[in-house]
């Protein structure tokens, strides 16, 4: 995210329209496809999730990206309790900002998730995932941000969200709704470590980032207007 901070920089000292576009073109930005993210008819998931019988709480671990965009989504979500950014798929000792941006530690960048299942269900959440929390087709970067710290992965808690993580992804793939293939990996128990406290609720303490503005509300705008039955004005807290 260093060079995603120095281009909000150079934002805010050039004007937003002129680097905009000087910085699409010189970072090789791909445009983000409306009918990938936005405006294509994405199913739902076919396979469910067991129902706990316990009533509890559970949690699910999501990579699509900044995890600044990620949290800001789902932290709209109704039933969402609250969302973390941090760091999965790599060790301890590298779950921090400067070794995670530098893409050699092995982990990305990713949100946990605490959610209510009586509320929303784990299929619901990788529903919104799919449709306009990122870009599922993009291999290790989303947007302008590029390295396997930025990579779309799903990182099941067990075999059953497993299962119906790859069961997803077979019937998107196979429902051709992105016109090429799902990038996504599904991992099984890897560890999730929170950031930094500076990363936490980013985009409500920011409003004004241009990086913000530009990436990730119109995610959330888009949940609002495909998914208006499970946006909520409420923001879950993460910290």
């Given at each position: 995210?260093?060079?995603?901070?120095?281009?909000?920089?150079?934002?805010?000292?050039?004007?937003a329209?002129?680097?905009?576009?000087?910085?699409?073109?010189?970072?090789?930005?791909?445009?983000?496809?409306?009918?990938?993210?936005?405006?294509?008819?994405?199913?739902?998931?076919?396979a469910r999730?067991?129902?706990?019988?316990?009533?509890?709480?559970?949690?699910?671990?999501?990579?699509?990206?900044c995890?600044?965009?990620?949290?800001?989504?789902?932290?709209?979500?109704?039933g969402?309790?609250?969302?973390?950014s941090g760091?999965?798929?790599?060790?301890?000792?590298h779950?921090?900002?400067?070794?995670?941006?530098?893409?050699?530690?092995?982990?990305?960048?990713?949100?946990?998730?605490?959610y209510?299942?009586?509320?929303?269900?784990?299929?619901?959440?990788?529903?919104?995932?799919?449709?306009?929390?990122?870009?599922?087709?993009?291999?290790?970067?989303?947007?302008?941000?590029?390295?396997?710290?930025?990579?779309?992965?799903?990182?099941?808690?067990?075999?059953?969200?497993?299962?119906?993580?790859?069961?997803?992804?077979?019937?998107?793939?196979?429902?051709?709704?992105?016109?090429?293939?799902?990038?996504?990996?599904?991992?099984?128990?890897?560890s999730?470590?929170?950031?930094?406290?500076?990363?936490?609720?980013?985009?409500?303490?920011?409003?004004?980032?241009l990086?913000?503005?530009?990436?990730?509300?119109?995610?959330?705008?888009?949940?609002?207007?495909?998914?208006?039955?499970?946006?909520?004005?409420?923001?879950?807290?993460?910290?």
């Open positions: 995210m260093q060079a995603r901070l120095k281009f909000s920089t150079l934002l805010t000292s050039f004007g329209v002129t680097v905009l576009a000087l910085g699409i073109a010189l970072s090789g930005l791909p445009a983000h496809s409306a009918g990938a993210m936005y405006g294509a008819n994405i199913p739902s998931p076919q999730l067991r129902q706990p019988a316990d009533g509890k709480s559970a949690q699910a671990v999501l990579a699509g990206g995890f600044w965009g990620m949290e800001l989504v789902f932290a709209h979500v109704k969402v309790l609250n969302v973390v760091y999965a798929g790599g060790e301890q000792a779950a921090n900002y400067a070794d995670s941006s530098s893409g050699r530690y092995g982990d990305a960048e990713a949100v946990r998730i605490t209510d299942p009586s509320k929303v269900s784990y299929g619901q959440l990788l529903h919104i995932f799919f449709s306009v929390a990122h870009d599922p087709t993009e291999l290790n970067r989303q947007g302008p941000d590029v390295g396997p710290q930025y990579r779309s992965e799903i990182f099941a808690a067990n075999a059953d969200q497993a299962r119906v993580a790859r069961a997803y992804i077979r019937q998107l793939d196979a429902a051709q709704v992105y016109g090429k293939p799902i990038a996504t990996r599904v991992s099984v128990g890897e999730f470590f929170p950031a930094e406290a500076w990363h936490q609720n980013y985009a409500v303490r920011n409003p004004g980032s990086y913000i503005r530009w990436n990730d509300i119109p995610k959330l705008h888009a949940l609002e207007q495909r998914f208006p039955q499970r946006y909520t004005a409420q923001y879950a807290d993460g910290m």
